[in-house]
Each structure stands twice: as structure tokens, then as C-alpha cells.
DNA sequence: TAATTTTACAAATATTGTTTTTTCAGTTCA
DNA sequence: TGAACTGAAAAAACAATATTTGTAAAATTA
């Protein structure tokens, strides 16, 4: 079926312009964004301007004369220019470096999504032909078991505490005390969460800091998916741990109290079991990854 | 986790670059590609030097100061780099008309690969967060069936006779004779077939069109996979029938001779079962898809 | 109320992309 | 062999576009 574009879309559109709209929403502002765009905030001023001309429909919700949030076009438009954006970083990633062939079997934590290393990690496959990888997602403890096992070469896990020489840091991320409805859920005596089953390293971590505290707590739901324990969060079963990445409605951050004791940072890293070359090859693609170079945690509008 | 691009890639690429690599990729020629660009040879012959500078590598392979088809590097860009145009194409087709929602059933025709309306039915359902839509991939026969016993709101099929009154046309491709290896395929007294299994569209206007021609065949190998028929037939289980867009490595167009007739034109078409507003509106919108608007059959390089 | 922050707008400036023109190399054809 | 043709590359002039600068208005903060 040839389904051929022709000519595509509409060619007032670009790159920079979605660029800028994203760095809007996630900075909350036109100055904030031009800051971290390296331009003047008049610049994007116009340049969401003609992105709302050209796109038929308001994006930014204005109120007064500020930004206060995204309309329902812009929360429409963002994981999509998102997605957009972070495509062509990944071509050009991969493009850029030599070519991968072999065999590898991968394993990703399922703690949380890690949609952006997932592209990356898919892309790398579609450009790589001579390359096969089997993504294999586990939590965490399973995983570190299979690569003892040799039945993993490499995996991407999380963890709370001190890493291993050979082991590879890849991002760091704060994780807070999240709820559907945090006053209510703090009446309670006994704090009831929802976490991950055993061998997530989150885990294990939330429940001796909470013993350290001396806070008692009981496990009002467990399951090993990570949809099922923020629907779960969402549906108000209890208390659960969540980096600002995965919040999402109906889940909200509770604020710091006497109560609940202070989280430790959670370590995304990589462990390989041997150091082939495809392997060690394949490691350095992924941690030069587009997707892990930034570090900064931006607080998004709405 | 964050996995925050901060700034995005590399700022110097722009769409209208990628679109011009494409449009030069499919149509073989600066020149050509100006023409379909609506701009001169020199700004495509500059934006693609800017491409390959700023992506450090050859896109295009060059002999004699002519372009004689892409590099390496070239054949792995041009997928992505039609995803990327594509994607937006449809964030921007979904993003200009209203949300939908409700609940639709749809069948796709699997005689070939429809990528392209595939990844516009997928935009939509993403950006429509009310819309549910159940996809059945089958054979044109039996989503006909379906059809009518009320198992499917709406079915994208292939045919190549008449329509009924009620379908709508979305595309035509031409069919071609394909074979691995042409020349030793047409020596045989018995033509051998590699087609699709009962219920194919195409399959019976074959056989009919072989048939009246008087041209002995037998089928050498049926299978309801697309995969598995462009297999067969690269491997030379024997002549196949394909448009030019699924021609890949090891399949080549047999020319015009005397054996084989002439193939009818293909059709690409919509069929509905009831008319209701969100089986209508859905079924405008997937007519409407930037994909279904071309209708130009490139001719591609290499 | 004054100071600060944030967005919008207009004109000047800077940048970028485009065309025009020319050149060169290879191909076709007389 | 030479003339005409085709496709690509390069340079300069030109056109279009984006960016900055500066200013104003409105809202927030102290």
C-alpha cells in the first residue's frame, strides 16, 4: 500500500517550535523557557504564537495575561511532541555511532515506566538490523538474580543504596510519599500502603525507613505491575512511593510532616554480567542514551 | 523517572530538512525533488549537505556528481525519518478536528502492510482518550463476513472489482508480477504462485485473470501472513503479486511479457455497517488521514 | 503604593534560506 | 569529435524569517 504523504503536512510547523512548547509546559513560563532555551522570552512568545496559528487551536490556558496551565489541546499536543522530539534524538544518537550487530538479552526493571529508555532501546533495534535484543522486564531483585544466573548479559534496575564498582549509575531520581488523598490517609493509625511485591528495591527500602521511623504501617495492596499499583494509589488504598515523573491524576504528593520519614534518592543504574564486546557496546549506546543526558527534574505546568 | 531531555537533540536538524531526504530518496534526484518541493535544486541540494553535516555521516550515495542511491547510513535514516514526519502529520490532522469518543470495532485488511494508517489510527486513539477502538486484522473475505453478522463497525479492505455504493475509496495501487528471480520463474511450463490463503481479495482476481489468459499455474505456497508471502517469494517458492511500496531486497517487478497479463488496480476501501454518529465521525476522520491524501506512487531509490 | 514579574507588541537587527547564475562533469546523439 | 543536454555543486545577491531590543500594560508581591 503506498499511503504515500505526498507532501507532508503542513511545512510551517517545525522542530523548534514544538521544542519551545514543550520547554513551556515543563518550565511554566515564556521566560522561564526562553532561559532554558537560550533565547529571549519574546522569541518564544512568537514562536508559540505561530505554533497556535498554525496548529488551529490554543494551546496555552491564559488567564490575566499569564500562563496558568495547558488547554485540553495542549495536554493533547505534549506527549506527542514529546514523543516527536525525542525520536529524532534517538535517530540521530544511533545514526551518529557505528553499527551494532549480536546477540544481547536485556532486563528492565518494571518498578516504574521509563517510557523515554524504552524508545531509545527501540529505536537502537529498528536502526541496529544485525542486532537482537531480548527485553526481558522483571523487578528488581528478580532481575539481579537472573543475571547471576548468566540468564541475562546486562540489566537496568533501581536501587536505593550503594552500587557496585562495575555497575553503571544512569540517573538519579527523589521519590516522595504520594497518596490519592493524603489528610485522610494520615488520620489513619496504621499507615496502609501499596507497593511493589517482593523484589522491587523501593520496597524494601519504604518499609525499613518507616520501621526506622518507628511508624507502623501494614501492606493494603501489592501487586508487580506498575499500572496496578498506581490505579491502586489512585483508587485510594493507601500510601505510595512514586517519583515526580509518574504522578498522574488523582495521585498527589504528600507534603512533608511529622509523620512520614524522609525518602532516600532512588539510583537507576546499569549491571553487565561479562564484557563482550557487542555487550560493552551495546552498554555505552545506552548509557549515552539522549534520554539519560539531562538531569534536572522540571516542574510541569497542570 | 525523569529521563528529562532538558534540551532536546541536536537544534540544527529541522523537519524540512528530513522531508527533503525523503522527498529525494523517493523521487532519486535533487532536481526532482526540488519540483515536488516547490523549491530549486540549489535549496535541496544545500539543505541536504546541512543534514549530512550536522548527522556526521553520508545519506546519499554519490558517484560521477549524480546521486545514485542512499549509503548505509541513508537506508537507516529514511524510516525514521518518514515516522517523524508521519507522526506529526497525524498529531496535527487528529489535534484540527474535535475529540472523539465511544466504542468502534474495526477490521484491517492484512494482505499488506498499511503502516502508515496503522500509525494514524494509533495517533488518533492516543489523542482521543475517549475512544476505544478494537482493531481485528484479517483477511478481506472474512472481514466481510464479520461485517455483516454485525462482529465489526467498520472494516478497511482491499478489492480490485466494483464497489458497493455505500464504501468508500481510499486509495488505488497498482499490482505488479513479482518473482526473486524472474527470468528462471518464467521458464517453468506451470506457473508457481506464492499467494495469500482463501479470502484474499487479490487472490481470486489473480487466478481469474491467469485463468482467462489460459496460463497454467498451481500454487506453490499460501500463507495468511504478509510476512510469510514476502518471504516465500524471496526465497522463490515463485511469482507473487505486490504493490510497488511492498517490493523489498530479494523481490523484483517482472516485467511486461507476453505469459503474464495485465493486472488489474488494486483498491483500498472502507466499508461500514451502521451509520452512527461516532461510527461516521470516526470513519470521516480515518478518511481524512494525512496518509490517505497522496496519491502519487513514487518510484524510490534503491 | 512601589518594586518585581510576566506577557505582548513593534521596530531594528541578525540570521537563515532561497534563488540566480555559473561552473563542472558526465551522458547522449549527431 | 563536438554540441546539446542533464544533474549536481558553489558563490553571490536577494528575500524571507526569526531574534533581539526596547517598551508598555497588567498582575503579583512586598
Known amino acids: 500500500m503506498s499511503m504515500d504523504a505526498g507532501l507532508f503536512s503542513d511545512r510551517r510547523i517545525t522542530l523548534e517550535q514544538l521544542r519551545t512548547f514543550v520547554t513551556v509546559a515543563e518550565s511554566g513560563g515564556f521566560n522561564a523557557a526562553g532561559l532554558k532555551l537560550g ?62 550487530s549480536g546477540h544481547i538479552s536485556l532486563g528492565l526493571s518494571n518498578n516504574f515506566n521509563a517510557v523515554e529508555l524504552q524508545m531509545a532501546i527501540a529505536s537502537c533495534i529498528e536502526m541496529n538490523k544485525g542486532l537482537r535484543v531480548e527485553v526481558i522486564s522483571s ?3 528478580h532481575l539481579a538474580q537472573m543475571l547471576e544466573q548468566g540468564a541475562l548479559d546486562m540489566a537496568i534496575m533501581h536501587s536505593v543504596g550503594e552500587l557496585e564498582p562495575a555497575d553503571r549509575l544512569l540517573k538519579e531520581e527523589s521519590i516522595y510519599w504520594v ?95 561479562n564484557n563482550s564486546p557487542i555487550i560493552s557496546r551495546f552498554r555505552d549506546f545506552i548509557c549515552s542514551a539522549p534520554c539519560l543526558s539531562g538531569s534536572t527534574e522540571s516542574r510541569a505546568v497542570q
Open 39 to 100: 533565547r529571549s522570552q519574546s522569541a518564544v512568545t512568537q514562536s508559540l504564537q505561530k505554533l497556535e496559528e498554525y496548529l488551529e487551536c490554543l494551546l496555552l490556558e491564559r488567564r490575566q495575561g499569564h500562563i496558568i496551565g495547558l488547554t485540553h489541546d495542549g495536554r493533547r499536543l505534549l506527549p506527542e511532541a514529546r514523543k516527536i522530539l525525542l525520536s529524532l534524538d534517538n535517530v540521530v544518537s544511533v545514526l551518529r555511532r557505528p553499527e551494532l
Open 139 to 141: 523487578l528488581t531483585g
Open 179 to 273: 497518596a490519592a488523598n493524603p489528610e485522610a490517609v494520615l488520620r489513619e493509625d496504621d499507615l496502609p500502603l501499596v507497593l511493589f511485591g517482593d523484589g522491587c528495591a523501593y520496597r524494601e527500602a519504604v518499609v525499613r525507613t518507616l520501621d526506622e521511623a518507628g511508624v507502623s504501617h501494614y501492606l493494603s495492596y501489592v501487586s508487580a505491575s506498575h499500572e496496578n499499583v498506581c490505579g491502586a494509589i489512585a483508587a485510594g488504598f493507601g500510601v505510595g512511593v512514586l517519583p515526580r515523573s509518574e504522578l498522574r491524576e488523582g495521585i498527589r504528593i504528600i507534603p512533608e510532616n511529622d509523620r512520614l520519614p524522609e525518602l532516600p534518592l532512588g539510583r537507576i543504574f546499569m549491571r553487565t554480567r
